[in-house]
């Protein structure tokens, strides 16, 4: 892991004090800012936060021990010292006990100071390491999710292998519940930028008025609301990558701007006239057909090529059923860890003959559901839901599946929602649960389809009318 700057913060009214602790900072390295007071470091947590911060506890207006409390409410991680004139042991013990990480007794001697921010330093090093390496076992557990065997699967890993090493721009297609961020996750991960930030945003579930100011940040008093300046996504992803997921989703007007953006590789924060210069590596996803929806207007021709120049399409489950068994078993091991759960051969039987509409998130919430309700040693047919379950049942018992008519994608995503949305008999959050989607793309999808209005659900789950 690369040794970055920290940011020492040094808060004292004595300005002699402050040049004092900044200077003995900054000959160790670290990058050193000031305030002169405990309500103008709060003021500038945001906008800069320290990694570990120097607080003088006699201050006017708010003590050292108040700003204290403060900080550590919002920012858990940074260390703080507090610094004093009047040192007795109560002060230094309730200290400690508020969450300082130690004390200091004016006057002090240069190397008592160096000493105690050394120490500072390294536990705050220890600790963003720490954190690091947690991320990277959580992603490279995460990434064992990429289960197959399959030659699409394989095409699949072989495409991540070849982009995990470059900034070319990937845009991912497949069908909700294929695992798209999963496979963004990682070509970034598995490649040399992998210590960098992943950003992921999820363009469906932004709010429409807000999308501008979240994805580029905004200035203080841009609009109501403002209180002071926040970087945007598109920063905290610099020298990274950010993920674009649903980007098909995104209106017109911010398809205009994002491209300005991937062109000339700056932003411009809402309220602001100044152009902040961004690195970032751009993987888009969607699982609608981008290049039927420019011809149709609904989306910027000119921002399809630029974000296309590698497409890595991936399969929907029903292509690739041999995968089934070991994404089951796979499955198995995570959620009950240890335990020898096996499935009988006509509950696999039912696994395989079922379309999976939801795809693998679908096939990762039918085994969760199973391993919940059934009896701890075997998945048996009975354990599986009413509509995977109905291929071993009596014909008589089954529910009758509507087949899709068509192959438009349209038309074949419509028919899905609607039939998943028909087996939960209206349950948004189930039907958002076995699509892989977000609440406020299951929302949208059922605007856009027309589904779920009163007269159709009275006819689709059978209420009277």
């Not at 098909?248 to 309220?271: C, D, I």
């Not at 609607?418 to 008999?425: A, I, L, N, P």
Request: with cysteine.
């Amino acid at each position: 892991m690369s040794q970055e700057t920290l940011h020492l913060l040094v808060v004292d009214d004595q300005e002699s004090i402050r040049k004092l602790c900044a200077t003995v900072g900054a000959s160790l390295g670290l990058r050193c800012t000031q305030a002169e007071s405990a309500e103008a470091a709060l003021a500038e947590l945001d906008s800069d936060a320290p990694d570990m911060i120097l607080a003088d506890l006699m201050m006017p207006n708010m003590s050292g021990l108040d700003f204290l409390t403060e900080v550590k409410s919002s920012m858990a991680h940074a260390e703080i010292a507090i610094m004093t004139g009047h040192g007795s042991i109560e002060s230094a013990v309730q200290a400690m006990r508020l969450g300082a990480y130690d004390y200091i007794t004016k006057p002090f001697r240069i190397e008592e100071l160096k000493l105690l921010l050394e120490r500072m330093r390294e536990k705050v090093q220890l600790v963003n390491e720490n954190t690091f390496l947690r991320e990277r076992v959580n992603t490279e557990t995460d990434l064992s999710g990429i289960v197959g065997s399959s030659v699409k699967i394989q095409d699949v890993l072989r495409m991540i292998a070849r982009l995990k090493d470059t900034r070319t721009p990937v845009l991912i297609t497949g069908e909700s519940g294929t695992g798209k961020e999963l496979v963004a996750r990682a070509i970034h991960f598995r490649g040399q930028y992998a210590k960098r930030p992943f950003v992921a945003v999820d363009c469906g579930s932004l709010v429409p008025t807000l999308i501008e100011s979240e994805l580029f940040g905004y200035e203080k008093g841009a609009f109501t609301g403002a209180a002071r300046n926040k970087e945007g996504l598109f920063e905290s992803a610099n020298g990274g990558t950010i993920f674009l997921d649903e980007i098909g989703e995104l209106p017109l007007e911010m398809q205009a701007k994002l491209l300005r953006v991937l062109q000339e590789k700056e932003v411009r924060p809402v309220g602001s006239n100044t152009r902040v210069k961004v690195d970032v590596r751009v993987i888009a996803a969607t699982n609608r057909d981008l290049e039927a929806a420019y011809k149709e207007g609904t989306f910027r021709k000119d921002l399809y090529f630029r974000l296309n120049v590698v497409t890595l399409h991936l399969p929907p489950l029903r292509e690739r059923k041999a995968d089934i068994p070991a994404l089951v078993h796979w499955f198995l091991n995570r959620f009950v860890p240890g335990q020898n759960i096996h499935i009988t051969q006509a509950a696999m039987q039912d696994l395989l003959q079922y379309e999976w509409p939801g795809n693998v998130r679908e096939l990762e919430n039918c085994i969760e559901r199973a391993v919940a309700l059934g009896s701890q040693n075997a998945i048996d047919v009975h354990d599986l839901p009413p509509a995977i379950r109905r291929f071993s049942e009596p014909p008589e018992a089954q529910i009758e599946a509507t087949p899709v008519k068509s192959s438009d994608l349209a038309e074949l995503e419509r028919e899905t929602i609607r039939r998943v949305f028909e087996q939960t008999k209206g349950d948004k959050t189930l039907t958002g649960q076995m699509l892989g989607i977000s609440r406020a793309t299951l929302y949208r999808k059922l605007k856009r389809y027309n589904i779920g209005q009163s007269s159709q659900m009275g006819a689709a789950v059978g209420v009277p009318k």
